[in-house]
């Protein structure tokens, strides 16, 4: 069986937000709403201190603590293990918001863009109305994996077909691929060093894999 994941490369990320650029220009987000950002994390004293950036979004959890949540069962775990939303059935009730231990979602409850009431080229091709008074939130760009399907592509090869944010890192941090395939850049990428998952303590099973050095602990 299929379960799409991504992996981010700690030592790799240079903190450029290229990725979180990216996904705005891809999916035309309202002001103030990133579906995915980059921390700043500072650990160690002064003088032994250092700087890690760590890309955040939505994990698509094994067990989504969103789709428990949701009375409408507008927020479901497909096979593929991506987390969607079914912006029809969404009520905005904000339920998923509160349950996510990622802090991965947000409503936008006006129509905003970035300067004034005119939008963007890009905002005027992007916008989509029903995502107002809606959950939102990372998709892996789902529609460029339903399209790997339907014309034999594979996501995380083919860019085309894999997540924007992926395709954009500058510094080759992020991959994305089936996780079951032992083939897959992810898989090997795995076998080959050590990952953490963030708050993997909460038993939500994330799908995103943290690669950091043996000797940072800190983290």
């Known amino acids: 069986m299929t379960r799409y994941a991504m992996t981010v490369d700690l030592r790799r990320c240079v903190g450029c937000q290229t990725c979180t650029a990216a996904c705005k220009q891809k999916n035309g987000t309202a002001p103030g709403v990133q579906w995915r950002k980059v921390l700043d994390i500072e650990t160690g004293e002064f003088p032994d201190v250092r700087r890690t950036f760590m890309p955040v979004a939505c994990m698509h959890c094994d067990e989504p603590p969103c789709e428990e949540v949701c009375p409408t069962t507008a927020t479901q775990k497909r096979d593929d293990g991506l987390v969607s939303i079914d912006y029809d059935m969404c009520i905005g009730c904000s339920n998923c918001v509160m349950a996510c231990p990622y802090e991965a979602r947000s409503i936008a409850h006006d129509v905003k863009f970035a300067y004034g009431d005119k939008p963007m080229a890009n905002e005027a091709k992007m916008f989509d109305p029903a995502r107002i008074e809606v ?3 990372c998709t892996f760009c789902i529609e460029r994996i339903d399209q790997a399907h339907e014309q034999g592509l594979t996501p995380g090869v083919h860019p085309e077909v894999t997540p924007a944010c992926v395709n954009s890192c500058a510094s080759g941090a992020m991959l994305f691929g089936d996780i079951e395939d ?3 850049n992810v898989s090997k990428l795995l076998k080959e060093t050590q990952s953490f998952r963030q708050h993997e303590e909460l038993g939500t099973g994330p799908g995103v894999y ?8 800190e983290l």
């Open 135 to 137: 959950a939102s939130k």
């Open 182 to 184: 032992p083939n897959s």
């Open 210 to 217: 943290y690669i950091w050095d043996k000797n940072d602990e």
